[in-house]
């Protein structure tokens, strides 16, 4: 097993079922809405009736939008930043609660009927909460060391003369902190895979048997992850790049629609990620089946001889070939 | 009764001592109480052998071009691993006050950096824009410690030597030392001061002291007050002040390690390397009111020619390793930023200027000293943010608005930060572009003027312009108003008498108060006599009051005269039946909402493109405009050529009739894209 094929087969998965990227960019848009709805509603109370705003249409006037901060009545920026994150906080909770239904949907040959889908869900919730319940106290711990770690040295760092010096350590060891937190991630997404496919109630077994594969195929692993997150990468970019390349500044349809496709597109690689977790379950955490030979019946033995007339003497147990030499003992 | 009177005076007498003892500390311990000065025969030459030098070393110019008051000689040497001075300061003193002078005050600015200074409490008090105290250890502290002062003629004098608090009355304040001579010193006369003194740097701290290992030497020796106005003029060191000093000439020696590249003040005039490691470099400046310099053994330094109106000018660029790369960025704005001046305000006429980057995260960018002055970067500065040639222009600009044009920065701080960040305004609008003077990057723009403008409405109505700068309620007010504030006054006024009337008064105002302490009446005065306008009216609330402008358009709409004919139709011919010929009463009422009365003018656009152009006094506080057209109105607007920069709320100068929402469809896009975002890279970690 190469991580080519591992990387091809999780993207086979994804291809296969691209509905649920098409659901959950439905769903992170509806709730986007949601949540920037009350920006909105202050937006339009001081900007649809003054001609200051064209200013923000023809480009982009930092401080029209800065003026527009200022005033009063637009509001704090709690009172726009508050419900975006509220609002991705429900996405993220609709992620853990429809993430078993696509492990399955992934990890089946067929197309997955809503049923199955939604009955994985409902199975593995109280499990999937379990699993987040440790994945998160073990990353926040250990993403807070590693913060606090790299700042002590980039504090160390900026005594230097060298003034690159603090930045390059901080890149580095956001670097070095990607790649543990990846590592833990993948971690979690294997033991988030056993437990739905392998319908373990017993979660600790899944993070035990996951935290093993995950030690013994560290490297394919992690690669997969980190190929799948620098296409992220750039992906976003490339999005951003486009956007302020070709969208010209006051079409706001078309910064919109490259908006949405960058968004779109941005779900792919995580699903792409979750879908080699599968892959790597189904080659090498799936326990084998032991395939057994059906016991063949013994052929009836075609008569050759001619048939001579028996004596009954009782049942005839032993081959016929063979004829018995003596009778059993009753 | 005799004999008790004689003892109520005694005991007076020594109560009255008492007071005087606790009430002037002196600034050595030794010290008990002012003492006569000590007969020793006095070392340094008396008044009649003394002058202030002519010399024109410095400046391009064959005489003198001030009226040179003092001549500060200066030997000190630096001592990079502790970061202090020790140094002997000969200052010639020139009374030119008409008057006799038996006491002098000195400022001691590097004292400003003790936990109990009025600099220190200010900053805890009002906000600090570069220090924070939290963890302000001794070894960050500044000082600057006199050991022994002598005068011409009178011998050494350190005893009768006192810190006077005239501000806040702080006795631990000892940013100013007071000096009762023994005798006076008769108008018309010099006296000279002998002054050996140590300075120990802070950590930097308003653009003076060490990091890491550069410094930045600025307000570091004893510097004598300003005789202004019949008094002497030397306020203590505040976290909102700054500088006020007398025109004259400077001779330094700096005796640095051999290793230090250094830049200072005025002209290098001789580099001597000793036998003990160290290099002695002797500055001399002209007609500049102050010295600073730097060192650092990592400089990097580039020099360049400029031809100025009044000769060659050696333009001195020491850069940061790390940002050699932006040198030609810091020399193109500055060669531009002179070009301007020289055209728009009159002639730069030293023979030198010295442009230091400083160390990354230090407080010592972005200060100006005579002829040398600090911008900052960092590294990764991009070409469309104009934080560089800001901070170069700003600086240099204030070679005019301070360096020449040397106001009283204690009290009148709009004169120089104002009028500076006014100059600013207009050079970089000329330089980069109105819209994107100060950014220009990723579709993203935003001006000079509007920079000025949303630091003063961000504090529109605390402070007047025109008051002590320590005197602000808080830093934040201080910098909205004293720059913000002023700058947009100052482009309002334009808008008022006429640009070109307005850069005439500019340029009168510099050649006519060049090399002198002007008033702020004094520039207001140019104003009004350029313009032939009395602008009382606007300096009074603009300059001298809070009062805050804010005019909007309260409605404007239109409906058919014969609306009740219209009803009738609208029944036959459906709702939005119209007829071309229907006449349209329309209004538009505007209000003024501030206190701050000004004329405005007024635009009504219809929708058969027809334009009206209105002016309202402002007086009363509102007024309608009615108009009957076969054409209903779709828009008003106030100011609609945009000269009002102190218009508290510009979003309600205009009302459009009909809603258009596509500017909050494309901020909804981009916030809406953010929240997406965000949202999945919650879930890409989380879960």
């Known amino acids: 097993m190469t991580n080519k094929s591992l990387l091809s087969t999780g993207l086979g998965k994804v291809a296969h079922n691209k509905r649920y990227i098409v659901w959950f960019w439905l769903l992170n848009l509806t709730l986007a809405e949601f949540g920037t709805a009350a920006f909105r509603r202050s937006s339009h109370a001081i900007l649809d009736n ?122 580095t060891g956001l670097a070095v902190m990607f790649l543990i937190m990846t590592t833990l991630r993948l971690w979690f997404d294997l033991a988030e895979v056993d437990t739905v496919l392998d319908d373990k109630r017993a979660v600790r077994k899944s993070i035990a048997a996951a935290f093993r594969h995950t030690l013994r195929s560290l490297a394919r692993l992690l690669t997969s992850y980190v190929v799948v997150t620098i296409v992220a990468g750039i992906l976003l ?47 090498r955490m799936l326990a084998p089946v032991v395939a057994v030979q059906p016991i063949e019946p013994a052929p009836v033995p075609v008569a050759t001889l001619p048939i001579a007339p028996v004596p009954d003497t009782g049942p005839v147990v032993s081959s016929p070939s063979t004829p018995p030499t003596e009778a059993p003992q009753s | 009764m005799k004999i008790r009177w004689r003892m109520f005076a005694v005991l007076a007498t020594f109560v009255l001592s008492l007071v005087v003892l606790i009430e002037r500390k002196p600034v050595t311990a030794a010290a008990q109480s002012p003492a006569p000065a000590k007969t020793a025969a006095p070392s340094l030459p008396t008044s009649e052998s003394l002058t202030i030098p002519d010399t024109n070393l410095a400046i391009n110019s064959p005489v003198p071009l001030s009226q040179r008051i003092v001549h500060y000689e200066i030997d000190a040497k630096y001592d990079a691993s502790s970061r202090t001075v020790d140094a002997t300061e000969v200052l010639t003193y020139h009374n030119l006050t008409g008057q006799p002078l038996d006491h002098f005050p000195f400022h001691l600015y590097q004292n400003a950096f003790q936990p109990n200074a009025t600099f220190v409490r200010d900053s805890k008090l009002m906000g600090s824009r570069d220090t924070g105290y939290e ?100 306020h203590q060191y505040h976290n909102t002040t700054e500088f006020f000093a007398d025109f004259g000439v400077y001779d330094v020696k700096l005796t640095v390690p051999q290793d230090e590249v250094i830049g200072a003040s005025g002209i290098e005039v001789s580099n001597v390397t000793n036998s003990d490691r160290t290099k002695t470099v002797t500055y001399h400046g002209d007609d500049i009111h102050d010295f600073a310099w730097t060192a650092s053994p990592r400089f990097k330094v580039k020099e360049a020619d400029y031809q100025a109106q009044m000769g060659p000018i050696k333009l001195r660029f020491l850069m940061q390793p790390a940002h050699w790369d932006q040198v030609d960025r810091h020399e193109r704005i500055t060669r531009e930023t002179l070009d301007h001046f020289e055209k728009w305000y009159g002639p730069y006429p030293y023979k030198t200027l010295t442009v ?6 230090s407080a010592a960018g972005g200060m100006e000293y005579p002829t040398f002055i600090t911008a900052g970067t960092t590294w990764w500065m991009p070409e469309g943010l104009h934080e560089v040639e800001g901070v170069v222009e700003h600086e240099f600009g204030h070679q005019y608005w301070y360096g020449m044009v040397a106001t009283n920065e204690f009290e009148d701080a709009w004169l120089d930060e104002g009028i500076n960040s006014y100059t600013e305004v207009k050079v970089l609008d000329s330089i980069l572009g109105k819209d994107t003077s100060v950014l220009n990057l990723a579709g993203a723009t935003y001006g000079e003027p509007e920079q000025q403008r949303d630091f003063y409405i961000s504090t529109p109505d605390r402070d007047a312009m025109a008051q002590n700068a320590y005197a602000y309620v808080n830093s934040f007010s201080y910098g909205g108003v004293t720059y913000g504030k002023t700058a947009s006054v100052l482009l309002t006024l334009e808008g008022i008498i006429g640009e070109d009337t307005m850069n005439k008064a500019m340029h009168t105002y510099f050649m006519n108060y060049r090399f002198t302490h002007p008033t702020k009446e004094d520039f207001l005065k140019t104003i009004e006599q350029v313009s032939g306008k009395d602008l009382r009216w606007y300096f009074n609330q603009a300059v001298y009051g809070t009062q805050v402008l804010d005019y909007e358009v309260l409605s404007a709409n239109s409906y058919p005269i014969d609306w009740f004919e219209e009803k009738k139709k609208d029944k036959k011919g459906g709702k939005d039946a119209k007829d071309s010929d229907t006449i349209y009463q329309s209004y538009v009422t505007v209000h003024r909402k501030g206190d701050f009365v000004m004329p405005i003018e007024v635009e009504v656009k219809f929708d058969n493109n027809e334009k ?38 510009n979003f309600n100068n205009s009302l459009l009739v009909e809603p258009n929402p596509k500017p909050t469809h494309k901020l909804s896009t ?9 949202s999945q890279a919650m879930a890409w970690w989380a879960v």
């Not at chain 1, 160390?156 to 390059?168: R, Y």
């Not at chain 1, 968004?263 to 690689?269: A, G, K, S, T, V």
Request: charged share 20%; proline share 5%; with cysteine.
């Open chain 1, 50 to 171: 003054t001609l200051l705003a064209q200013r923000l249409v023809k480009g982009f006037d930092a401080g029209v939008f800065g003026e527009l901060l200022f005033k009063p009545e637009f509001g704090s920026l709690n009172f726009m930043t508050y419900p975006a994150l509220y609002f991705a906080f429900t996405f993220f909770l609709a992620t853990a609660l429809f993430l078993p239904g696509i492990f399955s949907g992934y990890a089946s040959n067929y197309r997955l009927p809503r049923e199955e889908f939604f009955r994985a869900c409902g199975r593995n919730l109280w499990r999937f909460i379990r699993i987040m319940i440790v994945a998160g106290i073990l990353m926040g711990m250990v993403a807070g060391l590693l913060f606090a770690a790299n700042g002590a040295i980039v504090k160390k760092a900026a005594e230097s003369t060298n003034e690159k010096l603090p930045f390059e350590l901080q890149v």
């Open chain 2, 135 to 234: 963890k302000w250890e001794a070894k960050y502290y500044g000082s600057e410690d006199i050991k022994s002062i002598e005068v011409g003629g009178q011998g050494d004098l350190t005893r009768n030597l006192q810190f006077i608090a005239p501000d806040d009355d702080n006795k631990d304040d000892k940013t100013v030392a007071d000096l009762h001579l023994a005798k006076p010193i008769p108008a018309g006369a010099f006296v000279q001061f002998k002054i050996v003194f140590q300075t120990k740097f802070p950590e930097t701290q308003a653009r003076s002291g060490w990091k890491r290992d550069f410094v930045l030497g600025g307000q570091w020796f004893p510097k004598v007050g300003v005789w202004w106005h019949g008094a002497w003029n030397a």
């Open chain 2, 356 to 361: 230091v980057d400083p160390e990354p995260d």
């Open chain 2, 670 to 678: 981009y916030w809406l894209f953010l929240t997406q975002w965000m």
């Open chain 1, 237 to 283: 970019v490339g999005g951003l790049w486009i956007w302020m390349k070709f969208v010209p500044a006051d079409s706001v349809v078309g910064a919109f629609l490259i908006a949405q496709i960058t968004l779109f597109l941005l779900l792919i690689p995580r699903f792409w990620q979750r879908a080699i977790a599968v892959s790597y379950w189904q080659q």
């Open chain 2, 612 to 649: 009206v152009r209105e002016h309202w006094d402002g007086q009363s506080r509102w007024t309608r405009f009615s108009y009957q057209k076969k054409a209903k109105v779709i828009s008003a607007e106030i100011d609609p050529d945009h000269t009002i920069h102190i218009d508290r709320d």
